[in-house]
């Protein structure tokens, strides 16, 4: 009677660790994919950072694919497509980067990149040989930098036909009346902009900024004066073709 005893207590303590040695083995793991794009002119470069959760503890691992567009997708879509992670977030970047040229006799150059993610593009421009104080810069209409005076690149980008002011005044204002920015005593001034009525390539000619120009002036925009704010001489300009 004992050894039947013993031998079920035994195949019992057996039993329990079995169990519990499953359930260790089937704890759930969650997987989180984020897919980061970056197009530009010569190259899309895309980021690919898998997050895996188990255990409480949590892992990260990040691939990175160069080429062109074409290959890159198809790698990532490969990738997202035989994963079972439970999230897989895409998000397209794309930015394009322009060069600065000097117009009117002057020194201004620089560069300007412009960036598209979540609906929102941000223009940033450096800009050195500048005067020191106040410009304007602008979007213009034509992405024709030929002439020495920048006045190739045309008026103010205007699609919608408003009159020239402050950008989100309520008496109107131009897609292209980005505004001012300060030039420190070196000669070198900074612009960033952030908005969500303007797009990269996406086709709507109310939005879209390829094919435009960007202007700087010599002077500073008052924001008033019809039809471009009276900022004087186009000292620096960039034709933006994608």
Not at 49 to 60: C, R
Not at 93 to 101: A, D
Not at 126 to 155: R, V
Not at 207 to 236: C, F, W, Y
């Amino acid at each position: 009677m004992k050894t039947r005893i013993l031998s079920l207590s035994l195949l019992f303590c057996f039993t329990f660790v079995s169990c519990n040695n499953t359930a260790k083995k089937e704890a759930k793991e969650e997987k989180t994919i984020s897919v980061k794009m970056e197009r530009n002119e010569d190259m899309t470069v895309a980021t690919v950072t898998t997050i895996t959760k188990k255990d409480g503890k949590e892992s990260e691992e990040v691939q990175t694919f160069e080429g062109s567009y074409e290959e890159v997708k198809a790698k990532v879509d490969l990738l997202t497509q035989n994963s079972q992670a439970a999230t897989v977030e895409k998000k397209r970047v794309k930015k394009v980067q322009f060069e600065l040229n000097p117009k009117s006799d002057s020194t201004a150059q620089g560069k300007v990149t412009l960036t598209e993610e979540d609906g929102q593009v941000t223009l940033e421009a450096h800009i050195n040989g500048l005067t020191p104080g106040t410009h304007a810069i602008h979007i213009h209409q034509t992405a024709d930098c030929s002439s020495d005076d920048g006045k190739s690149a045309g008026g103010h980008w205007n699609p919608t036909f408003q009159d020239h002011g402050a950008w989100g005044a309520e008496t109107g204002f131009h897609r292209g009346d980005i505004g001012n920015f300060t030039a420190d005593a070196s000669g070198h001034g900074m612009v960033k902009f952030t908005t969500d009525l303007w797009c990269l390539g996406c086709g709507d000619e109310v939005k879209n900024l390829m094919g435009k120009a960007v202007i700087v002036h010599q002077g500073e925009d008052d924001l008033t004066s019809q039809p471009s704010g009276a900022a004087g001489a186009r000292v620096s300009c960039a034709g933006l073709i994608f």
